[in-house]
């Protein structure tokens, strides 16, 4: 089993910035054996959206309309997950969770709602 810990989320500003953190504790599953993390969100009323994806040699993958404005990065020595969050908007308002899988899962951003473990999840609000 896999527990991971969303924090960060909170409210600002249209044009502000937030930096979302994920702590992965684990026995089974430790969170450098997860093939791919990522973080995703799901807005009232919406389905869950991939936002943006990382896999174990680096690379990442992005949703379009977030591409340029969030960036995903983790720290390997302190086993967190971060998505940081630059000049966000309205429409970026949505309950944020991290999430990872163990097996490789290609498609990128899109299928990390699909990643076997999830957090419960931290709270974005942008105003206008």
């Known amino acids: 089993q896999v527990q991971l810990v969303e924090s960060g989320g909170g409210s600002v500003q249209s044009g502000g910035s937030l930096r979302l953190s994920c702590a992965v504790y684990?026995?089974?599953?430790?969170?450098?054996?997860?093939?791919?993390r990522g973080w995703f969100r799901q807005a009232p009323g919406k389905e869950r959206e991939g936002v943006a994806a990382?896999?174990?040699?680096?690379?990442?993958s992005y949703l379009d309309s977030v591409e340029g404005r969030f960036t995903i990065y983790q720290d390997n020595a302190k086993a967190i997950l971060y998505l940081q969050m630059n000049n966000l908007t309205p429409e970026d308002t949505a309950m944020y969770y991290c999430?990872?899988?163990?097996?490789?899962?290609?498609?990128?951003?899109?299928?990390?709602?699909?990643?076997?473990?999830r957090g419960q999840g931290t709270q974005v609000t942008v105003s206008s």
């Open positions: 684990g026995y089974t599953y430790s969170f450098y054996s997860l093939s791919c």
């Open positions: 999430a990872g899988e163990p097996a490789y899962a290609s498609g990128g951003y899109s299928q990390v709602p699909n990643f076997r473990y």
């Open positions: 990382i896999y174990s040699d680096g690379s990442t």
